[in-house]
């Protein structure tokens, strides 16, 4: 017998490169009714979807601005917008990032067109940008709602609400950015519910959720090193760090005495204006004829346990920059001296050559090195959540056979009169006959042990007396003395009295919404108020420096002490679940959250809402109000 379950959405990629900072695969989304095409950037950090608004064309900005940002949105031209005012972005707090986006619901669907076959959604949150900070909009991977100031403002993420309505078999998905330096050019992957088995080679090694949802896919990055074509190779990282894995940005940050490894192995000098590495002709030349490749070596911390190889070519680092991100078109190198161990991460450029696969459900990810050949068709596998049965979902409109637990192939022709057949025959008439008669006979047995048992207890019974119930010995029905009392052991609950016999809870012994001490209640929709202020002190000892792009003034205005306050995610011990875990590894845990998911399904239904804002509102300024009341957008 076969198990239906929803299948994995593969969201194939737009087939342009865009972006000012690189060449980077990007996705076509419809936003709004009817639907406006926009192509977006992949955020793992984020979970909101940002999309360029017509003020982010303004006077002065680069020719045919409109299609170099993957399209604009006008919301005044959707019948579904929703408008929700001015909020802070709240991504990349740590590195100073200042700005705001005006805020809707709307219509979501991803793919050029309908008949895609690619998920679509109403009533999403929706961000407009007109900051050079993001030139290209994001789609943000997370879980975790975007909360707008009051408590009645919170709104699920695209990937929770695609689990809710059974649209996917688990709130997982898989990522990797592309490369356009490859054959001839390969563009990204990303698949919700599942991964593609064809983009990457698997490997054993598995990562726990870091506690800080805002910093969640955090690895331990043991070594870098880079060899040259003639097999020599230079130590990079003098000691190992935790670092977070986010596509939102393109660089790679590091302590500053790595970046310095690396500005004495390659040559690479910072420049004080723009704060990159910019690399000239003669530096490019030197270094592609070197032939260099630069491995990662993560684990899940910075030492001890298994770890995986990631090796990055050259190429991977060889990234154009564009107006308005510099002045002119020039190479540079997407190294980034980080301030403090909050600003440690791997960006895009990392993603390039890793495969990325997040099971929320599980707390875990996993990290692969890609795979490049010609030829190769997509693979794509789900990931099976392990409380799909027990959730209302509606029935799905795709569905997939469950490769783990399905049997092989029934036999067909059984009425055949072949002696195989005859003798299954057999089989199953002796099976039809033996079942019945056995639970015949344990239904004898387990009433007479019964009548035994209450026969017992009445016999031991005189009025007036106190009998104590042993619970290691409880059965279905117990018959109380006349006039006696009976008392109950700590956590029972009680029985009903008057001479009656009274049926105990099998769950009387167990608190049934009691959790481990590693869990926390509602913990995708609700956090702690300490956690946003850790996020604000870092912002504040962070916000003045330098991210290496030239911002400008927005009109819009400035993020000053918002914050995302997103769950943390508790560390937990590390348990393989081999029954829904085909390889490679799919991120499985023993302190999975996947009993928290009714949570999720609470929340989408009836708009549970946090305990705490997550995004400072923001008014209008005179100069936007002013552009509102003529057609804003």
């Not at 900070?133 to 408590?151: A, C, E, I, K, M």
């Not at 590495?277 to 490019?284: E, N, Q, R, S």
Request: one cysteine or more.
């Amino acid at each position: 017998m076969t198990s239906l379950q929803p299948s994995p959405i593969s969201w194939a990629p737009s087939e342009y490169w865009d972006g000012d900072d690189g060449s980077w695969s990007s996705w076509a989304l419809r936003v709004g009714t009817p639907g406006q095409v926009v192509r977006v950037l992949i955020s793992t950090a984020g979970q909101a979807t940002w999309v360029v608004v017509p003020q982010g064309c303004s006077a002065g900005a680069a020719p045919a601005c409109n299609q170099a940002r993957g399209g604009l949105f006008n919301y005044t031209q959707s019948k579904t917008w929703d408008s929700k005012g001015y909020y802070a972005l709240g991504l990349e707090l740590n590195f100073g990032y200042n700005e705001s986006g005006y805020y809707g619901l709307d219509a979501l669907a991803l793919g050029f067109s309908d008949g895609s076959g690619e998920a679509s959604l109403d009533s999403q949150i929706v961000a407009g940008i007109a900051t050079d900070d993001y030139y290209v909009g994001l789609f943000g991977l997370g879980q975790q709602p975007t909360n707008l100031s009051t408590f009645d403002n919170s709104h699920v993420s695209f990937l929770t609400t695609m689990r809710a309505k059974g649209m996917i078999p688990s709130l997982s998905w898989s990522y990797t950015a592309g490369a356009p330096y490859r054959l001839k050019g390969v563009f990204g992957s990303l698949t919700f519910g599942g991964y593609d088995l064809s983009r990457f080679v698997r490997n054993e090694v598995s990562f726990n959720l870091g506690p800080d949802s805002s910093r969640d896919l955090l690895v331990g990055l043991r070594t870098i090193f880079f060899t040259t074509a003639i097999g020599s190779t230079t130590s990079l990282l003098p000691s190992p760090i935790l670092t977070f894995i986010d596509s939102t940005i393109p660089y790679i940050y590091l302590p500053l005495e790595a970046c310095q490894e690396f500005e004495k192995a390659l040559g690479l000098i910072l420049d004080p204006t723009t704060g990159l590495y910019l690399v000239d002709d003669d530096l490019h030349q030197n270094l592609t004829a070197m032939n260099l490749s630069f491995t990662f070596q993560i684990g899940d911390l910075e030492s001890g346990g298994p770890s995986v190889d990631i090796v990055l070519p050259y190429a991977s680092f060889d990234l154009v920059a564009n107006f308005p991100f510099v002045p002119n078109t020039t190479r540079y190198f997407p190294l980034q001296q980080a301030a403090n161990d909050s600003q440690h991460t791997l960006g895009r450029t990392f993603l390039q050559e890793a495969y990325l696969i997040t099971n929320y459900e599980h707390s875990n990810f996993s990290v692969s090195q890609c795979q490049f050949e010609e030829g190769l068709e997509e693979n794509i596998v789900p990931i099976l959540s392990d409380i799909t049965a027990s959730l209302p979902f509606p029935t799905p409109s795709k569905s997939i056979t469950n490769a783990t637990i399905a049997p092989s192939t029934p036999p067909t022709n059984i009425t055949s009169a072949s002696p195989q057949n005859s003798t299954n025959r057999g089989l199953l008439l002796g099976t039809s006959v033996g079942i019945p008669l056995s639970l015949i006979l344990s239904l004898f047995i387990f009433a007479f042990i019964g009548w035994k048992r209450r026969s017992g207890y009445k016999s031991q019974s005189e009025p007036g007396m106190v009998l104590e119930i042993d619970s290691s010995r409880f059965s279905d029905y117990v018959e109380l003395p006349e006039n006696g009392k009976v008392e109950l052991e700590a956590n029972v609950s009680p029985i009903r009295s008057h001479e009656t016999t009274s049926e105990l809870s099998s769950s009387n012994h167990l608190s049934v919404y009691e959790l481990m001490a590693n869990w926390k209640a509602a913990s995708i929709f609700q956090t702690k108020s300490s956690h946003a202020n850790r996020r604000l002190a870092v912002r504040l000892s962070t916000k003045n420096v330098p991210t290496g792009r030239t911002r400008q003034n927005s009109i819009w205005p400035s993020y000053q002490n918002s914050h995302d306050e997103r769950p943390s995610t508790a560390s937990h011990s590390n348990k393989v679940l081999d029954v829904h875990r085909p390889l490679p590894p799919i991120p499985s845990s023993g302190s999975a959250r996947a009993s928290q998911l009714s949570d999720i399904l609470d929340m989408y239904a009836d708009q549970e809402k946090p305990a705490t804002k997550s995004l400072d509102h923001h008014p209008i300024p005179t100069s936007s109000k002013q552009n509102l009341e003529g057609g804003f957008f």
